[in-house]
Structure formats: structure tokens, C-alpha cells
């Protein structure tokens, strides 16, 4: 597609449900990253993938979390039990190669834990 | 850990006017890139400018410039002639090898009429 996709744009979900988040990246980017972002504060990065792995996972909070990329294009970020604390927009980007050279990001989903 | 601090949590400038952002960082590394991002209301990150470390030259964007001073490890953005549309949130961001943006905690620019 011409941008990076997110879907949903919003999401309300109760606390200790299981919610989804996907990322539709630029055809042809090999890299994806996530990032979060709190009210208030610039993102912070959550997990990069080069291709179908996980190249660097350090920045997820707990092993609530977790991501994949199956087939090197979309990706989707899992959240189990949900807490109010993980209410925040999540950020996707890709880029062609090394991100230095560019990251375009999606518009994000602004999760919402009642 | 590599730091992003942006000391001015909001700016207002005159239209037609010119405002600077301020940005510092912490690294001991050499080789890496700095950017500028611009968040509008619909969430989405735009670039706005970038600069690699190893180049002396400051880059520019049509009425986007940087002051990129090394040394002091200062990164700052300049807007010229600043229009309505430049409102937004601004963020300074540092990226090396890791391939990990680092972002700074940004700055809310108001432009007035």
C-alpha cells in the first residue's frame, strides 16, 4: 500500500481481555517496528523485525505482550490480560532496509484499558 | 542508554515568524542520525528532517533547518516563515546501530495568526 496501515484506529477493551493490534506496512519493507506511546510522552520502542524474526524484542514490558510477522509483511501485536496501564497509541513504522535511511510510521491505535 | 531530552514542553511563534526547538542528547557512540518528527492531531509520525552524525553540513528542508553542533551533542530546529499548518507536537529523535529510535518527551508548537 502507499502508507503503513493500523488497524483498528481505536480500540476499548476491558481489563484482563485479550486484544490484537495489526500493522499493514509499506509492500516491499523488510523492517517493522512497534513503539508506544503514553500520554504526554514521545514513543518507545517496543520490538523490531527484519523479515519474519524478531531481530530485537528488549523494549516489550512483560511477557503479556508479544508480537509476530509470519510471512515478512503484516504484523500483529498481542496483548494478554490487559491493564489500564497498557492504555496508550501503539505506534508501527517500517522501512526499506536500515531504518536511519527512513521509517514511515502508521497513524496508530489508541488502546483504551476500562 | 542513549537520551533525548527536549527542554521546552511548548513554543508559540507568529505567523510569518521564525521559532527554534531545542534538542539535546547522550551517546558515546559516532555513528548515528538524528531526526525531527512532526505528530499533528491524527497521530501519525512525519518526518521533518534528518541529519547524519558523520556530516558537518546542517541539513535543510525548505523552511526546515537544523543547527547539528556534535561536540555539545545539540540538535536543534529551526522553522522559518512558520505557517498554521506547522502546529503540532515536534520530536526531536537519535537512532544508531540498534536500529531503536530513541525519542525525546517533545514539544507543543502554537502558531498564531
Known amino acids: 500500500g502507499a502508507g503503513v496501515s493500523q488497524t483498528p484506529s481505536n480500540k476499548v477493551t476491558e481489563k484482563g481481555k485479550y486484544v490484537e493490534l495489526r500493522c499493514d506496512p509499506i509492500s516491499g519493507h523488510t523492517a517493522l517496528y512497534w513503539y508506544r506511546q503514553s500520554l504526554g510522552q514521545g514513543p518507545e520502542f517496543l520490538i523490531y523485525f527484519q523479515g519474519t524474526g524478531a531481530a530485537d524484542d528488549s523494549g516489550l514490558p512483560n511477557d503479556r505482550f508479544f508480537a509476530v510477522r509470519p510471512e515478512g509483511s503484516v504484523s500483529t501485536l498481542k496483548i494478554q490480560r490487559t491493564e489500564r496501564g497498557d492504555s496508550a497509541v501503539y505506534l508501527c513504522?517500517?522501512?526499506?532496509?536500515?531504518?536511519?535511511?527512513?521509517?514511515?510510521f502508521g497513524s496508530g491505535t489508541r488502546l483504551t484499558v476500562v | 542508554a542513549q537520551t533525548v531530552t527536549q527542554s521546552q514542553p511548548e513554543m508559540s511563534v507568529q505567523e510569518a515568524e521564525t521559532v527554534t526547538l531545542s534538542c539535546t542528547y547522550d551517546?558515546?557512540?559516532?555513528?548515528?542520525?538524528l531526526f525531527w518528527y512532526k505528530q499533528p492531531p491524527s497521530r501519525q509520525m512525519i518526518l521533518v528532517i534528518r541529519?547524519?552524525?558523520?556530516?558537518?553540513q546542517n541539513a535543510t528542508e525548505n523552511r526546515f533547518s537544523v543547527n547539528f553542533q556534535k561536540a555539545a551533542k545539540s540538535f536543534s530546529l529551526k522553522i522559518s516563515d512558520s505557517q498554521l499548518g506547522d502546529a503540532a507536537m515536534y520530536f526531536c529523535?537519535?537512532?544508531?546501530?540498534?536500529?531503536?529510535?530513541?525519542f525525546g518527551k517533545g514539544t507543543k508548537l502554537t502558531v498564531n495568526p
Open positions: 551517546t558515546s557512540e559516532s555513528d548515528y542520525y
Open positions: 529523535a537519535y537512532v544508531e546501530r540498534s536500529e531503536k529510535l530513541v
Open positions: 513504522a517500517s522501512s526499506p532496509g536500515r531504518g536511519a535511511y527512513g521509517y514511515t
Open positions: 541529519q547524519e552524525a558523520y556530516k558537518q
